[in-house]
């Protein structure tokens, strides 16, 4: 049983189609990048698929359950959304974690010690728990994102440019801490929106190409397409 499926999936803004007849299934243990010039809806899809942003056209089923038949906290347990901009209560990065607690606790260690742990991955200490979110830089709050969504034990995480605001060691660090994450458990899977040819070819082993936005296919009849396996 496929965790998500995309059937004929389409979203358009008010003068055109920016893709249409997507359809893609992702299975346990896949890594799967989305491809597309800016302005090709790779966002808008990725929100699509966990209900935050509404297709014009198609469906989408995680579980093979259509996302209208989840309560939408039983959805956020099965799969996490991580945006290139994450925004966080006021508090400190150990509250923005705890709160992912509340919907499934890390598994193994305790769950300060995972974060420590993890945090030290990417090259940060432990007083990282303790910086305001509102202090935050745009790649801290990437990384405390990321260790939140990871933390609250999804099934597949939909990531939206993770590293945008990184440097190329965190980058690093942060696709190698995705790539240990899903090899700790095969039924985990990851979508990946890059701008990075280079970065797709080393988080995934399928991309999906929305190709670029396309005029309204009443004119041109195009369709998004699915790539194979790099």
Same mark, same amino acid.
């Given at each position: 049983?496929?965790?998500?499926?995309? $059937?004929?999936?389409?979203?358009?803004?008010?003068?055109?189609?920016?893709?249409?007849?997507?359809?893609?299934?992702?299975?346990?243990?896949?890594?799967?990048?989305?491809?597309?010039?800016?302005?090709?809806?790779?966002?808008?899809?990725?929100?699509?698929?966990?209900?935050?942003?509404?297709?014009?056209?198609?469906?989408?089923?995680?579980?093979?359950?259509?996302?209208?038949?989840?309560?939408?906290?039983?959805?956020?347990?099965?799969?996490?959304?991580?945006?290139?901009?994450?925004?966080?209560?006021?508090?400190?990065? $150990?509250?923005?974690?705890?709160?992912?607690?509340?919907?499934?606790?890390?598994?193994?260690?305790?769950?300060?010690?995972?974060?420590?742990?993890?945090?030290?991955?990417?090259?940060?200490?432990?007083?990282?728990?303790?910086?305001?979110?509102?202090?935050?830089?745009?790649?801290?709050?990437?990384?405390?994102?990321?260790?939140?969504?990871?933390?609250?034990?999804?099934?597949?995480?939909?990531?939206?440019?993770?590293?945008?605001?990184?440097?190329?060691?965190?980058?690093?660090?942060?696709?190698?801490?995705?790539?240990?994450?899903?090899?700790?458990?095969?039924?985990?899977?990851?979508?990946?929106?890059?701008?990075?040819?280079?970065?797709?070819?080393?988080?995934?082993?399928?991309?999906?190409?929305?190709?670029?936005?396309?005029?309204?296919?009443?004119?041109?009849?195009?369709?998004?397409?699915?790539?194979?396996?790099?």
């Amino acid at each position: 049983m496929p965790l998500l499926s995309v $059937r004929d999936a389409g979203r358009r803004i008010p003068d055109r189609w920016l893709w249409r007849g997507l359809s893609f299934e992702v299975d346990g243990g896949e890594r799967v990048a989305i491809a597309g010039p800016s302005g090709s809806g790779k966002s808008l899809l990725l929100r699509a698929l966990i209900g935050l942003d509404d297709l014009d056209e198609g469906t989408v089923s995680v579980d093979e359950r259509p996302l209208a038949d989840w309560h939408l906290p039983d959805l956020r347990m099965r799969v996490r959304y991580v945006p290139q901009s994450p925004a966080f209560a006021d508090g400190t990065v $150990r509250d923005a974690l705890s709160g992912a607690r509340a919907f499934a606790a890390a598994s193994g260690a305790a769950p300060e010690a995972w974060a420590v742990e993890r945090l030290g991955r990417l090259g940060r200490g432990a007083g990282f728990l303790d910086a305001r979110t509102e202090t935050l830089s745009g790649g801290e709050a990437q990384i405390a994102a990321l260790l939140r969504a990871m933390q609250s034990g999804p099934h597949l995480l939909l990531l939206d440019e993770p590293t945008a605001s990184l440097d190329p060691d965190a980058t690093d660090a942060v696709e190698r801490l995705v790539s240990d994450w899903l090899d700790e458990d095969g039924a985990r899977a990851a979508i990946w929106t890059s701008h990075s040819e280079e970065q797709r070819a080393r988080v995934a082993t399928r991309v999906v190409d929305l190709g670029t936005a396309i005029p309204a296919p009443e004119a041109s009849g195009e369709r998004a397409t699915e790539t194979a396996a790099l």
